[in-house]
């Protein structure tokens, strides 16, 4: 049966198991808006923002592990979705996005509302397809799903022509998909990882070092089967928070610029580093030859790019983390003497390691009368469900929720971690929420970051949709106020955000309620007022305007060169 | 260190701006870049050459290797690569310098393809270095055009890329 393309392309998203898309209407998406109707196993879910929109398909796939999705009209909705297609791309989030283009006849000639789209998301998708005929339409989606969520995930663009959503072709959706030049690596090197074992066992002081390609990669259950069959001690990145219970006695919760002492002494300690989908940003590096510098280092990772990019690599290995993971694991369990002595090995280490976290544990100063961030963070940690997910804005509460909330499970933690983009948390938490009705997502922004996109409201309660969204204000732009402390002689410019926004009434406008605590007193009885309540909230905490984020490496210090303690 | 790197690439729309933005964007060398079609119509090969140390160079093979549309990647070497390049040289040729820029024609086994009484165009083919030689000659006789076509290159022995 012949099909127009509109229809081609949602039967597309059908047949590969789409429940949920997240879109803005416009002059050149209209036809597939119209068909819309016709698929009611698919929901669209209206954000007020291209932006948001794929922030919301962002969050989507993070917590789900599925393939999030997003359409835009051709022009200002293209280019509104950028930021979050960048922002996708930096933590290899799966995603497909499609945009609307003017018809192919009129491509090039400045038409209204036409932008090359193609041209300006080449460098941040993993890759982008312009359709320029129907019949190829059903093969371009396949391959950009495909793509997408397999080896080194990331988002892919299809830009679609109003012409070619019009024309009709045969529909059949291929079975298969054959890209001569993409054929990810999934089993890691048996060679390399005999080697792996064997450097693993001689170690003395070995660190498993984790990034979100831990997550990504669904090994989170190997990771643990690993470190606790050896005992190894395990630091996460940003991004790897989640990977692995921060209830272990041997996890070393977050390392780099806002790392714990003992994960950063450890790191620069150690006589084997196993960095396990990571790619050694300098955020967590801080300067690079001062990085374990006694360390021997092997690099487990999906992309040969991430690999001796900027670090030296004594073992590569390449493929699929959790099945490097499970590899690794059985020819290291097939020498259980080896691992009996090895744990003994380790132990004046793990004493060592342990010596640390006395020594400087992660603490601030509590306090009677003004909110301390941390407590809230900690309070919202004991009074959610342990399956609740967190998305996070940028900056310091961003910061002080990967220090202080403890992750125990993957895909919990949702936050924009490569690119760093504010209004990130309010509508990755909508989509996390999305793809989970009825789990409790909670959004913690800044009060800053939350004004990029908390237009996003009207989503969260026209849909339905019951985000807890606390915001830590602080009126300043936080971060950057702490470098400008720091680093700037006290000069805050433009940082402070003075104007006193009354943010109950804010959530009312949209027909949502809020609360605020301007007290520590305040502070339990308002979260659990606003996770009492039945839809979206917002939850004001009025924090202390001038704490820091510490301990703190400053930009391109070295990891054992911490400020501790204001 | 210069490299050469033969890459085949789909013949789909937009290739070539993505090898180009990816070595802008990562601040990687583009000394030439020449790009034709293949005997396989689906299919153009590029041939670039590139400078960079060891690491660079890696990181310049594995990020071809994964844009989606590059089939394969080469990386030449001196030993294993024939490179060719050819280039058109137009050259001020008047009176007893006309007589000097034959004589060097002549050595290069080079050829005139133009003559007018001021000047005679000419036509080199060889190794790179072959070609800067002739301009280093040419050059104190005045140069008015030069087009280079930037090296193609090939492996040696019996072994064949399809394409
Ligand atoms: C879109 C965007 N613009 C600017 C920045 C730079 N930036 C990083 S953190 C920060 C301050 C954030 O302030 P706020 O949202 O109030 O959070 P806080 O640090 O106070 O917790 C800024 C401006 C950014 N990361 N993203
Ligand atoms: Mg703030």
Redo the contacts between chains.
Sequence with gaps: MKLAGARILLECLKQEGVDTVFGYPGGTVINIYDELYSFPDIRHILPRHEQAGVHAADGYARASGKVGVAIATSGPGATNTVTGIATAYMDSIPLVVITGQVPTALIGNDAFQEVDI??IT??CT??NF?V?NVRELAGIVKKAFY?ARTGRPGPVLIDLPKDVQVAVAEFRYPEKVD????KPTIEGHPKQIEKAAAMLLAAKKPVIYVGGGTILGNAAAELRELAETLHAPVTTTLMGLGAFPEDSPLSLGLLGMHGTYYANMAVTNCDLLVAVGARFDDRVTGKIAAFAPHAKIIHVDV???SI??NVRVDLPIVGMVNDVLSQLLKVIEDRGDAVESFRTAVKPWLAEIDGWKARHPLTFVESSKVIKPQAVIRKLRELSRPDAIIATDVGQHQMWTAQYFSFTRPRTLLSSGGLGTMGYGLPAAMGAQAAFPERQVIAICGDGGFQMNLQEIATLVQNRLPVKICIMNNNYLGMVRQWQELFFGKRYSQTVLDLPIDFVKLAEAFGAVGFVAAKPSEVEETIRKGFAAPGPVIMEFKIAREEKVLPMVPAGASLDEMVLAS | MRHTIAVLVENEFGVLSRVAGLFSGRGFNIDSLSVAPTNDEDMSRMTIVTRGDEQILEQITKHLNKLIDIIKVIDFTDETAIEREMALIKVTAEDAARAEVLRIVDIFRAKVIDTTPKSFTVEVTGAPSKIDAILDLLRPLGLKELVRTGSVAIGRGAKGWKG
């Design positions: 193609i041209g080449r460098p993993k890759h312009l320029k793509i890209l001569r030049g993409y992309d040969p790019t001796k990019k």
